[in-house]
């Protein structure tokens, strides 16, 4: 058992180096292509630090059932909603969700952390102090869609 062990450990430490870290522009190169929030909606950022722990594990984030992106390792992107309540979810061998309500001209973060599965890792959510969050977002790389310049 343990010979057949390694060969897919090995396997599955190689898809992990292979995938890395999320690439795009750093976010001091987009944030002034960052709309400014309309009056009646929040903004959700979702984050992902660059640990190499679970890089390969990269679901879709979906947001009330609606895929908004990709939870990838070093990697950040926001959407911009109306005011109300909100599921966030991803999905490896198990769904992980969070639920948290969204007020208007309001910023979340929301962060997503690989963690151990039984078969397949998974993407735990959790909101995150604000403090943190924007420390953390200039070492992070946008992942969102393409930004627009000058739309502030």
Known sequence: MIKTFRPLLAVALLA????????????????????????DQGRIYFIRSSSGFGAAIQPEV????????????????Y???PAGQYVAATSTETEKTLSFSLDAKEVKYVR?????????????????????????????????????AGTK
């Open 79 to 81: 959407v911009d909603r």
């Open 112 to 148: 997503s952390s690989p963690a151990f599965g039984f078969l397949v890792g998974r993407i735990n959510l959790r909101l995150e102090e604000k403090d943190a969050a924007e420390k953390e977002l200039p070492e992070l790389s946008y992942t969102g869609a393409p930004l627009k």
């Open 16 to 39: 992990a180096a292979l995938t890395g870290c999320a690439t795009g522009p750093k976010y001091a190169e987009v944030a002034g292509a960052i709309p400014t929030l309309k009056a």
């Open 62 to 77: 979906r947001l009330n059932d609606e895929v908004v992106g990709k939870s990838q390792p070093g990697g950040f992107f």
